[in-house]
C-alpha cells in the first residue's frame, strides 16, 4: 500500500488515515436514530442484534443501495475488517428477501437516508435497488 515503507511505518500511516465521512455519518446518524443507539454504540465492539442489524443496514445502503463505497472504507469508518463487511452485506440480501420486517425497517431507514442526503446536497445513485414488499 505504502512502497517502500517498513510494516511498523505503513502501520502507524494506516492508523492516522481519515476517511471521507460526510455521506457515510449522514447515513450512519439515519442508522442510529431508527435503531435507537448511540454512535458510540453503532461503531463500539459488540455484537448485539440490534447494533449488528443497525450496522448491516448501514453497511447495505452504502455499498449498494446508495452509494458504491468499498468495504474497505466501510470498514475504517465503523472500526470492521472488510471481510466483515462483505459478510454483512450478504447477510443483508439475505434478510431482505425473508424477512419482512427488517425488509420494512430497511426502506423506511433508505428513504430517511435519500431525504437527509438531499437536504443536505448529497447526491446518490438514482437507479439504486428497489426493495418492494
Known sequence: ??????????RMIRAHIE?????????ADVCC??????PLQFRGSS???????AR????????????T???KRLG????RTHSSVVHAVKQTQSLLEVDLDFRVKHNKIRDKAKEALSRNGYAYQSGSLTINL
Open 69 to 71: 463505497i468499498t468495504c
Open 19 to 27: 476517511v471521507d465521512r460526510d455521506e457515510m455519518h449522514i447515513i
Open 76 to 79: 475504517m469508518y465503523t472500526g
Open 33 to 38: 436514530n431508527e435503531y435507537d443507539i448511540s
Open 47 to 53: 455484537r448485539e442484534a440490534i447494533l449488528a442489524d
Open 56 to 67: 448491516k443496514t448501514f453497511y447495505y445502503l452504502c455499498r449498494k443501495d446508495l452509494y
Open 1 to 10: 500500500m505504502f512502497a517502500g515503507l517498513d510494516r511498523l511505518g505503513q
